[in-house]
């Protein structure tokens, strides 16, 4: 597990604004009748426009530049001009932006119009258990209790968590020591320390925790066809308070 030293701060910090301020301006495109491949320009777009290049595209062979998913769709949607957004969904947004040798990565599910009571909850409960594990994430504490603290208000709510995918920790490349599941037991794992920078990116179920890949090799859904939400913010260890790296309104 890599602790940045302060000479990786500013870069730390400069790529991880970039991101969050690329996934405000995504999230405000999100509206019915918008593609999600038309996200995706969007998002690419603003990232080369910026000297930078996304994390996401051909990363391990995904062949788009952001993560779009639907509804019962977990993660890593696949952009494409067919999948048109409706009034009532819920879009899940994963950005990914390396700048200056760093990588920045957070993500946001959006409402489009009014939801069903059952999608606000999820989303309030994701939200909740993002602040939560963030909240966690100080010196001395390990891994194991931000896990506990997200998975204890996802249960609390009458939700789930995903289990087969988890957050990380993430400098000069996109996933690095240590994995941060979203589940698990406090005082268990690698202990925090001042410099390292996490992923807390909890992903919640409505219905079961199962989650199976469509056959596009990437795709990620709910067994039980009921919807997910994720949210994810960098955070910064610090000696004090967690520093959140990628602020932005709605996250």
């Not at 879009?91 to 760093?102: A, E, K, L, M, Y």
């Not at 599910?109 to 909240?135: F, K, M, N, S, Y």
Request: neutral net charge; glycine residues 10%; hydrophobic residues 40%.
């Amino acid at each position: 597990m890599i602790c940045k030293t302060p000479s990786d701060f500013d870069r730390v910090r400069a790529v991880a604004r970039m991101t969050a301020e690329i996934l405000r301006q995504a999230a405000d495109a999100v509206a019915p009748g918008v593609t999600t491949l038309e996200i995706n320009d969007l998002i690419h777009g603003l990232i080369t426009a910026r000297g930078a290049t996304p994390c996401f595209l051909n990363y391990r062979g995904f062949p788009k530049s952001a993560c779009v998913s639907i509804n019962h769709e977990v993660i890593h949607g696949i952009p494409a001009a067919g999948r048109v957004i409706q009034s009532g969904d819920i879009v899940s947004i994963d950005v990914g932006v390396h700048h200056d040798h760093t990588c920045g990565d957070c993500a946001t599910t959006v409402a489009v119009g009014g939801v069903t009571p059952e999608r606000q909850r999820l989303l309030d409960a994701t939200r909740r258990a993002l602040e939560a594990g963030v909240a966690a994430a100080v010196a001395r504490n390990r891994v194991g209790d931000i896990s506990h603290a997200v998975q204890t208000v996802v249960e609390s709510a009458g939700c789930s968590v995903v289990r087969d995918f988890v957050g990380h920790g993430i400098g000069r490349r996109l996933h690095e020591d240590p994995q941060v599941p979203n589940f698990g037991k406090p005082g268990r794992g690698t202990i925090l320390r001042p410099g390292h920078v996490l992923c807390v990116e909890p992903m919640v179920n409505a219905g079961a925790c199962e989650v199976r890949v469509l056959d596009d090799k990437w795709t990620v859904v709910t067994r039980d066809g009921l919807p997910s939400a994720h949210f994810e913010h960098m955070v910064l260890v610090t000696e004090g308070a967690p520093e959140i790296l990628t602020p932005w309104r709605g996250a």
